[in-house]
């Protein structure tokens, strides 16, 4: 079975600090792992995702994550947070013998001024 | 693409009243996913259609739900009938299956909000 763990429902950063945003996941096999941002009354949007190619990835409004697999993480970075960072993030799971993707019960990111 | 369109946006329904929330996929996507979004649940997989086919509906959560989806472009969840507890969001999202499994991720509609009053 897979599923990921996002470790603290609110994290609280400055503007201007580094972000940190913790997924763990569990699965048997080489998952494929993404990160989505929603922004409040909106759908879940694409920030990033491993699918077995390089370990670090790259994703929008600055974003990075970086999978290990000895740590079986994939915690999401920004070095930098701004004001529009606000949000709640979710990272997931799914495998290649499959489509269906499994959530983590999210991560509300709050920016202080 | 205009991407994942559903419909309405919003929704408020008299308890025992029947819901339909609809949902247009992207264009070419042949994965289509309902999900509900609630504060104590989270997100939770509801149903999801491969090639318009309902491949695994266990997380509907009862009788009073179901889903269909007639063609590759549109998709249907009917609540009959309605009760307060079913008030939350609710999220249509699509996605392509190819070789690479799950390589592609979620293109997600931006929800229905749903009330039941």
């Known amino acids: 079975a897979q599923s990921v763990t996002q470790l603290g429902s609110h994290v609280s950063v400055s503007e201007g600090a580094l972000v940190l945003l913790r997924c763990n996941y569990s699965s048997s096999v080489p998952p494929y792992l993404f990160w989505y941002v929603q922004y409040p009354n909106q759908g879940l949007q694409l920030l990033l995702k491993?699918?077995?190619?390089?370990?670090l990835v790259k994703g929008i409004n600055g974003f990075e994550a970086e999978f290990k697999k000895s740590e079986t993480s994939f915690h999401l970075t920004k070095p930098s947070a701004h004001m529009s960072d606000a949000a709640e993030y979710f990272c997931a799971v799914t495998m290649g013998t499959g489509n269906q993707f499994y959530f983590g019960t999210g991560t509300s990111l709050t920016v202080i001024p | 693409d205009a991407g994942v369109i559903q419909s309405p946006r919003h929704e408020v329904t008299e308890m025992g009243q029947e819901v339909t929330l609809r949902c247009k996929p992207i264009s070419g996507h042949n994965s289509l996913f309902w999900y509900r979004q609630t504060m104590m649940r989270g997100l939770e997989l509801l149903i999801y259609f491969n090639n318009n086919v309902p491949i695994d509906d266990s997380g509907m959560p009862e009788d009073r739900f179901s889903a269909k989806m007639p063609n590759a472009s549109f998709s249907t969840l009917k609540i009959q009938p309605s009760e307060p507890r079913d008030s939350a969001v609710y999220f249509c999202?699509?996605?392509?299956?190819?070789?690479?499994?799950?390589?592609?991720?979620?293109?997600f509609g931006s929800g229905t909000r749903l009330t039941v009053v």
């Open positions: 491993y699918t077995s190619a390089a370990t």
């Open positions: 999202a699509s996605s392509l299956l190819g070789r690479d499994r799950g390589n592609y991720g979620y293109t």
